[in-house]
């Protein structure tokens, strides 16, 4: 992954690529009249690693269920490459190229890891073997295991079913929530390692992530989010050592994750 320098990434960069998702001024919520989002505007080119890090309740997690079809957007746009796909259904994003990891419930406990990538491919069987070695390819203990039950699995291997099963359709872009939330310091680990293998394989990424520091440390650019708005943008170096993003942000966000 490419590791941009500090102020070289932004406007260059977005005048001469059209962004493969961006989302302008997008206000919403779950609730009629409460809105979590109040304007907020990221983007996303095409190979890029983005990070979305903010305090609780900023509205890191809504931004994605927006994106996604999951979250009512009262007014702004959602754009993938170009078109505007503001308010589809989840399983309409899919076909178009959207991919989605949801932090909890995100693998059929029941099934093998293998019906677990066949459900990703519910809209697409036909080209399951192509996807299924390029997942395992990605993640060759999915092939060695593709018989067991997900249920059976640890949290950091049913995340990577997760990953897994929402690569098989192709997407243009994935959107991770909280990859790493509850895994150990050596599970978290691993998780950004493979979040960084699906990003060098052509895979860009939108990744809500509390462990501040870390996503930080392997993101191309990152937002921060406060009240629904994105209050800092910038390379994932520049924002690391910002003054005012480690006072209001890194101290407390990164306060119990480690460095």
Known sequence: MSDPTPGAAGAAVA???????????????????????????IEAFPGELIGIIGPN?????????????????RSGTIHLKGE????????????????MVPQNNNVFPTLTIEENLEMGLFQKPSIFAERFDFVTTLFPELGKRRKQRAGSLSG??????????????????????????????????ETFLRVHQINRAGVSVIMVEQNARRCLQICDRAYVLDQGKDAYTGTGRELLNDPKVIELYLGTLAADQGH
């Open 15 to 41: 005048d001469t690529r059209q962004a493969v998702l961006r989302t302008d001024d997008i206000v919403g919520g779950y609730l009629p009249g409460v809105n979590i989002l109040n304007g907020c505007t």
């Open 57 to 73: 309740g900023a509205g890191k997690s809504t931004v994605l269920k927006a994106i996604f079809g999951q979250v009512q957007v």
């Open 84 to 99: 505007d796909i503001t308010g589809l259904k989840a399983n309409k994003l899919v076909a178009k190229g959207v991919g």
């Open 156 to 189: 950091g291997e049913r995340q990577m079913v997760a990953m897994g099963r929402a690569l098989m359709m192709e997407p243009s872009v994935l959107l991770l929530d909280e990859p790493s939330a509850g895994l150990s310091p050596v599970r978290q680990d």
